[in-house]
């Protein structure tokens, strides 16, 4: 089976340039993840969908980051207008959705590494 | 104060060696706790729960400590493979039954031959 599909890989931008990152979760797997991994700050929880319904997005560092999942089988996370502070690795994770009191293990996608100069 | 704390590290060991890492966490009600592990580039893999009464995986144990609020992993006779990063994870009941699930930022292992 298909772990969880990340794209693209890598992405170099310019500063003020719109970016597009997309994820398609593992079929089956109703909650999804979008992370944020710097040296400095680890990695970051940006926001996570159960059943395509954001649910917490407290993350979401400010106005330019926008994520959306229209359907159970993607899920874009879109920065506009991007800016150098932005460069980082940015992960998708999915996971069986999450009961009281329970945890399901999250499998994370191979991340996007995005440079913007 | 973070909700996970982590000593990022890197504890540099020879082959053989047993090593091991404490991870701190500041709400008291939380549920239940992990370790990942990430190779260097690589996405973070889970590598074990980690369960009130301390587990053991082959040559890993994980201990929770909730008195003093903290975790543990525990790594003998290490590998050169063993060397990554590793993830202290800890789980939250969030609002409307929905986990809070935080990441610490890792502690670097390096096993030297």
């Known amino acids: 089976d298909a772990g969880v599909i990340q794209s693209p890989r890598h992405e170099v931008t310019e500063m003020g340039q719109e970016v597009t990152l997309r994820c398609k979760p593992i079929s089956g797997h109703n909650s999804l993840f979008w992370y944020r991994q710097t040296m400095m700050r680890g990695l970051e929880l940006l926001i996570y969908?159960?059943?395509?319904?954001?649910?917490?997005d407290s993350g979401m560092p400010e106005d330019r980051f926008s994520a959306k999942m229209p359907n159970a089988s993607f899920s874009t996370l879109k920065i506009q207008p991007s800016e150098p502070r932005d460069s980082a690795v940015y992960f998708c994770?999915?996971?069986?959705?999450?009961?009281?009191?329970?945890?399901?293990?999250?499998?994370f996608g191979p991340g996007t590494r995005l440079t913007v100069l | 104060r973070k909700e996970v704390e982590q000593d990022p590290g890197p504890f540099n060991v020879p082959e053989g060696a047993t090593v091991a890492f404490n991870c701190t966490y500041s709400n008291s009600a939380s549920q239940s706790f992990f370790w990942y592990r990430q190779d260097c580039r690589k996405e973070p893999k889970l590598l074990m729960s980690?369960?009130?009464s301390g587990n053991e995986d082959g040559r890993f144990t994980a201990q929770l400590n909730r008195a003093s609020q903290y975790i543990s992993l525990l790594i003998r006779d290490s590998k050169l493979s063993d060397s990554a990063t590793y993830l202290c994870?800890?789980?939250?009941?969030?609002?409307?039954?929905?986990?809070?699930?935080?990441f610490g930022t890792g502690t670097k292992l390096q096993v030297i031959p």
């Open positions: 994870v800890v789980n939250l009941d969030g609002s409307g039954g929905y986990q809070k699930v935080t």
């Open positions: 969908f159960n059943n395509n319904v954001p649910i917490d």
């Open positions: 980690v369960y009130s």
């Open positions: 994770a999915s996971t069986i959705g999450l009961a009281g009191g329970s945890y399901n293990e999250q499998f």
